[in-house]
């Protein structure tokens, strides 16, 4: 997910620096755009800094204003296209004003007219520019064009008046914004350990035994339950993803690397999710050097450690969810793993369906929970989709298991 995070001129404009951290704690990348007299409050290079995005200034690039390219002169159209809400904070009343009437004058009032995303925005200003029927009059044109408005509290203002005006509590902001996005904070509190991608058993300095998973699936659980207001630790192997930002990463090679890092963590998670594809075998004794090639050659292979069922022994309260990988016997494999490994709940996919699971965007899943043996059928569609079906369902586990302890 991406947002444009619009700044306009006003006292409160360095706060809109922590809104941009709070934002990447949760998953969430963010774009800075500017107004000029924003500029004169806080420069855009601490912007740049925290979000690592470009800082959008003005229409035009600097030294553009004499002879303007294309790219330039269209990239309200690109940003307008690519985000996925639009935030203004603070919002100064002449940038409301901008808004409700669809007068552009810069950047961030085309980019206002040029995009389909949802917009918040969160005003802040002397309190009697706030009571003016004028801005009164243009925040009600906004909230009835479906604007979110993160009212502004009252206090002592920086103009040395009191009373209504002040820029909104930032964690009103973020969780405005979430809301925006679809992201509820219903895993707010929690601490959700997930494991991602594959393992790598070395067979000798430049050989390894490996699967084909991506590590998409558990990262996409990662952004969502950032987004839901956890803390996300995410133990990952080998994979070419980018983390979600706000996540706190522990990346290893092996299953036994995997499973020494996470009975470190396990005591810290409230909700394991497991979904790397560990490798179930290992070479008895790696060579120290590469192995010539001479023909025929066996590998003397023993079992990795069960890293799921040594969670789940050493579980004391934690909800933990496992995943599998089948391709014969899907449904009865699963629930046979789910007694097995003592698990809440498992996710089965058929992998040997094209498209889908390993090495793809898209997966289709079932989710087998112990409560009750309730089935969720989750039909093929985004991994990002499949997360968070699988949180609802984390969710779903957290209240019935709440329920049981107060009867």
């Not at 793993?337 to 793809?360: C, H, M, Q, T, Y």
């Not at 969710?395 to 329920?403: F, G, I, P």
């Amino acid at each position: 997910m991406k947002i444009a995070l619009g700044v306009s001129g006003g006292i409160a404009a360095y706060k809109a620096a922590e809104i941009v951290r709070l934002l990447q704690e949760r998953g969430v990348r963010v774009q800075v755009i500017m107004t000029q007299a924003a500029q004169e409050f806080i420069r855009p290079l601490t912007f740049a800094a925290l979000s690592g995005e470009k800082v959008i200034t003005g229409m035009f690039s600097p030294g553009e204003e004499q002879e303007p390219n294309i790219s330039s002169a269209i990239e309200h159209i690109a940003v307008a296209q690519s985000i996925d809400a639009l935030v203004v904070a603070p919002a100064t009343a002449d940038i409301l004003a901008h808004f409700a009437q669809g007068i552009a004058t810069d950047f961030l009032t085309t980019l206002y007219l040029a995009t389909t995303a949802p917009v918040v925005v969160a005003p802040a200003m002397n309190v009697n520019m706030w009571n003016q029927a004028a801005t009164q009059a243009n925040m009600e044109i906004l909230r009835k064009r479906g604007v979110k408005i993160v009212e502004p509290g009252s206090g002592y203002l920086a103009c040395g008046m009191t009373g209504a005006g002040r820029l909104a509590e930032n964690e009103a902001i973020v969780a405005a914004v979430l809301e925006a996005l679809g992201a509820s904070q219903d895993l707010s509190g929690e601490t959700v350990l997930i494991t991602a991608g594959p393992t790598r058993e070395k067979i000798d300095p430049v050989r390894y035994l490996t699967n084909r998973s991506s590590g998409r699936m558990g990262y996409a659980l990662a952004e969502a339950a950032l987004r839901r207001g956890a803390r996300v630790l995410l133990v990952s192997g080998p994979t070419s993803l980018t983390a979600p930002g706000g996540a706190e990463m522990t990346r290893v090679e092996s299953a036994e690397e995997m499973r020494r890092a996470m009975l470190d963590l396990l005591s810290q998670a409230t909700i394991v999710i497991m979904t790397a594809a560990v490798s179930d075998y290992r070479v008895k004794v790696a060579a120290d050097q590469k192995i010539k090639r001479k023909g025929a050659m066996a590998l003397d292979l023993e079992p990795t450690p069960d890293i799921l069922k040594e969670i789940t022994s050493h579980k004391t309260s934690q909800i933990v969810i496992g995943f599998a990988a089948e391709t014969t016997n899907v449904l009865e494999s699963a629930r046979q793993k789910l007694i097995a490994k003592n698990l809440d709940a498992i996710v089965v996919n058929d992998v040997s369906r094209e498209g889908v699971g390993f090495d793809s965007e898209r997966n289709a899943v079932t989710i087998i929970s112990r409560h009750e043996g309730e089935v969720v059928e989750v039909p093929e569609t985004t991994k990002w989709d499949v997360a968070q079906r699988v949180l609802d369902q984390v969710v779903r586990l957290r209240e019935h298991r709440k329920s049981a302890v107060k009867a």
